[in-house]
């Protein structure tokens, strides 16, 4: 616009000038005139074409901007939706993980049982055979209570059995016979530890604690005491005691850092809101 209203001041002096001068010199300044009009509007179509190839260009680099954001939004709404549905595979997997670890840890304690029930059947072969020169037993002779009931291994392993079988009042009461005549047997912790689970498969969960709780006292040592304290904290939990139930988890985290129960124990907290980690506190007893 300024350019063309250059070229019109130009032309309107050339006009008003031209009366004064010659009529030659007046053509010759006019033919002048007109060319630099000419070679301006040339400039300005130059100017005007450079400016559209220009703007042409920083369309297309904005376009080319867009599509690029565009696409990465979504190759981040797809890698959190990714990260999402891989944390709930996690979470998944870790409860399936620590379901077929205690179904591992079941059969090893009963091959346990069954090496431990051969080893007494050679023992009491050997036994036998030293004491064959020995007089039998008077008649009417009474065994202790002891003698009356199964081998220790036998009645475990039938218990176990029954227990994976799904035979969970069977298996209850052979628990309960174990624990009755082989309190102190190494067994013995194990024992208490699905009886008090049969307990919490029933939905039972305030007798589950107590019998958690004995797995706990009783037997400090066992191989069942972080799950037993893990399914304390769930028992906990299912009778609406969440801040006992929390506590607990946090403990078996303490205790058991690397076992797969607390691995199981994070996951529960994380579904509840809840911190991994808390200050040692002693854990719940019931009555």
Request: a positive charge; hydrophobic letters at 40%; proline letters at 5%.
């Amino acid at each position: 616009m300024k350019t063309h209203r250059i070229v019109l001041v130009v032309a309107m002096v050339a006009l008003m000038i031209a009366p004064a001068t010659p009529a030659f010199a007046v053509s010759k300044e006019i033919i002048q005139l007109q060319t630099q009009v000419q070679a301006l509007q040339d400039q300005m179509a130059r100017m005007q074409q450079s400016f559209d190839e220009r703007m042409g260009i920083m369309r297309n680099l904005v376009e080319q901007n867009t599509d690029g954001m565009n696409r990465i939004v979504a190759a981040m709404g797809e890698l959190q939706k990714t990260l999402n549905q891989q944390q709930m595979d996690v979470s998944g997997r870790s409860e399936q993980v620590s379901g077929q670890i205690q179904t591992l840890n079941d059969s090893i304690d009963e091959l346990k049982g069954r090496m431990a029930k051969i080893s007494t059947q050679i023992d009491q072969l050997a036994a036998q055979q030293q004491n064959l020169p020995a007089q039998p037993a008077p008649t009417g002779a009474v065994a202790p209570m002891q003698s009356q009931a199964p081998p220790p291994e036998v009645l475990y392993n039938n218990a176990l059995r029954d227990y994976n079988s799904g035979k969970y009042d069977l298996a209850s009461g052979e628990f309960g016979d174990f624990l009755r005549y082989y309190p102190t047997h190494d067994l013995a912790g194990n024992a208490q530890f699905y009886a008090a689970d049969i307990e919490y498969r029933a939905g039972n969960f305030e007798q589950a604690v107590v019998g958690y709780d004995k797995v706990l006292e009783q037997y400090p040592g066992g191989n069942k005491s972080s799950a037993a304290q893990l399914k304390k904290g769930l028992a906990l939990i299912q009778l609406g005691e969440k801040q006992a139930g929390t506590k607990e988890l946090q403990s078996l985290i303490q205790r058991y850092p690397r076992s797969i129960e607390a691995t199981t124990a994070r996951d529960q907290l994380r579904k509840l809101g809840a911190s991994g980690s808390a200050k040692p506190s002693a854990a719940r007893r019931r009555p």
